[in-house]
């Protein structure tokens, strides 16, 4: 079945740094999803990239998926406090909708 | 949030006791999930359903079972429960398979 590793698993941050997490894939992907999660809570969808090369923003966060398909990023610019969580990619077969492992993200303020 | 809740939020239980998880939407979603949730393994997919009566197995469903007898509930049982089932354990709805997937608040089992 798909499967998707998420790199790195940890990043600790001073606020106003940047952040990336990367997912990467064996195979070609229909789409990806990236969710949120934050501490205590449950995870929270973002977006779904579908098409090759496509990136979109999300006011400081900017989501990529490559040109092969197999590769996506989340990148937030400036981090704060708020950012805190653990981001997780997702993947979707014909039916089932498996995850990477999520980079968890801490923020110093 | 969209319409999908969990039952019970906490349980703690003993080993070898059976437990069973509820999810229910209203939402009319056709994809159900059920996932756990551990420290260093991020949501590992146990059980799914595609719709009443059609489920399948995920990454992790030995000790598991599941059913769904209607659109609205999708149940989550470990016959037989052990240490290792200890987790947070997350359903999760969808329209399709790899569209959008909501998330229910999670219910946090211990078997001791």
């Known amino acids: 079945g798909q499967q998707v590793m998420q790199i790195p698993q940890y990043q600790h941050v001073q606020e106003g740094e940047d952040f990336t997490t990367y997912c990467n894939s064996s195979t070609t992907l229909s789409n990806i999803q990236w969710y949120k999660q934050r501490p205590g809570g449950h995870p929270v969808f973002l977006i779904q990239?579908?098409?090759?090369?496509e990136v979109k923003k999300q006011k400081r966060l900017t989501f990529q998926f490559g040109e092969a398909k197999k590769n996506s990023s989340l990148h937030i610019t400036a981090t704060q406090t708020t950012d805190v969580g653990t981001y997780f990619c997702g993947v979707g077969g014909s039916e089932k909708l498996v995850f990477g492992k999520g980079t968890k993200l801490t923020v110093n303020p | 949030d969209a319409g999908i809740t969990q039952s019970p939020r906490h349980k703690v239980t003993e080993t070898g006791t059976p437990v069973t998880l509820r999810c229910h939407q209203t939402?009319?979603?056709?994809?159900m999930y059920w996932y756990r949730q551990d420290p260093g393994h991020g949501l590992r997919l146990i059980h799914y359903?595609?719709?009443?009566?059609?489920?399948d197995k995920g990454e992790v469903s030995d000790g598991y079972s599941v059913s769904r007898s209607k659109t609205e509930d999708f149940l989550l049982t470990l016959e037989s429960a052990t240490s290792s089932q200890t987790s947070v354990y997350f359903c999760?709805?969808?329209?399709?398979?790899?569209?959008?997937?909501?998330f229910g608040q999670g219910t946090r089992l211990t078997v001791v």
């Open positions: 990239l579908v098409k090759s090369g």
């Open positions: 939402e009319n979603h056709r994809y």
């Open positions: 999760a709805i969808s329209v399709f398979g790899n569209t959008e997937a909501f």
């Open positions: 359903s595609y719709g009443v009566k059609d489920t």
